[in-house]
């Protein structure tokens, strides 16, 4: 394989981690409306897409290896690109887990009225995707300044974690007839935390693709 073809493929393949991207921030986003809304419907298109994300994560990964078996000798800069594509495509894959996982909820949910601490899931919502757009921007600029700007977001998110949760713990306590929706209520809030480790994640893969080191992001924000 030439060079400009291996760029090419390359090229290919941003485009291909860019497009999961968008079909997983979409899922998220359609997963909380299913949830707010009551939309059985929607939440079913979720579950379906996510079909979707997962046959997109194989062909990445797929063809991500076909780069390594064919473009001999790759530098080390080519082989952290490559590596970091597979990987980013695998965290992506996750946050469509936890999309498909929100939308379960949604269904079992059905009609019953939402407890008060659901309140803040919209707010978690907002920042989770604004996370996940940040770090595909970061890797897409190769951009290690912003990538750690994601440590501060992810604390946010925390924060807001637990104190959501301490609120449903409330409700729960309150109420025990809540427990049951209560408990999925906690199921969202930490799947919502989830998608911004795995955005901090991709972060971390940004710094080392672009500098060969691994970080931390968490602890250098500590």
Do not use: W
């Not at 980013?88 to 949910?109: F, M, N, P, T």
């Not at 306590?173 to 906690?186: F, G, H, K, P, Y």
């Not at 795995?198 to 672009?210: C, D, K, L, Q, S």
């Amino acid at each position: 394989m030439s060079r400009e073809h291996y760029e090419q493929q390359l090229r290919s393949l941003n485009d291909d981690l860019l497009r999961m991207g968008a079909l997983v921030e979409t899922a998220i986003g359609q997963s909380i409306q299913a949830l707010t809304n009551h939309d059985e419907a929607m939440a079913q298109d979720v579950i379906r897409n996510d079909d979707l994300i997962d046959k997109a994560q194989y062909a990445l990964e797929e063809k991500a290896l076909l780069l390594f078996a064919t473009q001999q000798p790759l530098v080390a800069r080519d082989l952290r690109l490559v590596s970091a594509i597979i990987t980013i495509a695998s965290e992506l894959e996750r946050v469509g887990d936890y999309a498909e996982g929100i939308a379960k909820i949604a269904i079992r949910q059905g009609q019953t009225p939402a407890l008060k601490p659901q309140a803040e899931v919209p707010s978690m919502t907002s920042k989770a995707q604004t996370m996940l757009r940040t770090a595909l921007e970061c890797y897409t600029r190769i951009d290690v300044k912003l990538a750690k700007t994601l440590s501060a977001a992810d604390d946010e998110i925390d924060n807001q974690t637990d104190r959501v949760q301490r609120e449903i713990l409330e409700v729960m306590i309150a109420d025990a007839s809540t427990v049951e929706q209560a408990t999925r209520l906690l199921y969202v809030v930490h799947n919502l935390e989830r998608i911004a480790d795995r955005a901090t994640n991709i972060g971390e893969r940004v710094v080392f693709m672009a500098t060969g080191q691994m970080a931390d992001l968490n602890e250098q924000r500590a």
